[in-house]
Nanobody, 125 residues
Framework: VQLQAFGGGLVQAGGSLRLSCAAS????????MGWFRQAPGKDREFVAG????????QYVDSVKGRFTISRDNAKSTVYLQMNSLKPEDTAVYYC???????????????????WGQGTLVTVSS
């Protein structure tokens, strides 16, 4: 099973980006997926997560109302729509999958089994 994340880039403060994470080689129909980010010199931070079959979502407080996580079952893809971006959102963003049956969103990186490569988001002021 592999995850491929893409969609990062350079954007001005107040702008928007949409990250995508495409899964291949397996099914996550009963599991969960999450987006994390890591800024230079900081620990990896949970950003948003979704329980695939239940559409339960959870966000870190700093992105609530600005970011939206969603999934497309047919494409086995999870998206992170990021609006009203701030310079403090600058980081490498990673998607992660937890294929095990999940009934809640997990916020610890250790709860996820599969990671995609990071995609860099840079927000200029």
């Amino acid at each position: 099973v592999q995850l491929q994340a893409f969609g990062g880039g350079l954007v001005q403060a107040g702008g928007s980006l949409r990250l995508s994470c495409a899964a291949s080689g397996g099914s996550f129909s009963s599991g969960g997926m999450g987006w994390f980010r890591q800024a230079p010199g900081k620990d990896r931070e949970f950003v948003a997560g979704i329980v695939w079959s239940l559409s339960i979502t959870q966000y870190v407080d700093s992105v609530k109302g600005r970011f939206t996580i969603s999934r497309d079952n047919a494409k086995s893809t999870v998206y992170l729509q990021m609006n009203s971006l701030k310079p403090e959102d600058t980081a490498v963003y990673y998607c992660a999958a937890r294929p095990r049956t999940s009934v809640a969103v997990y916020i610890s990186p250790g709860s996820y089994d599969i990671w995609g490569q990071g995609t860099l988001v840079t927000v200029s002021s």
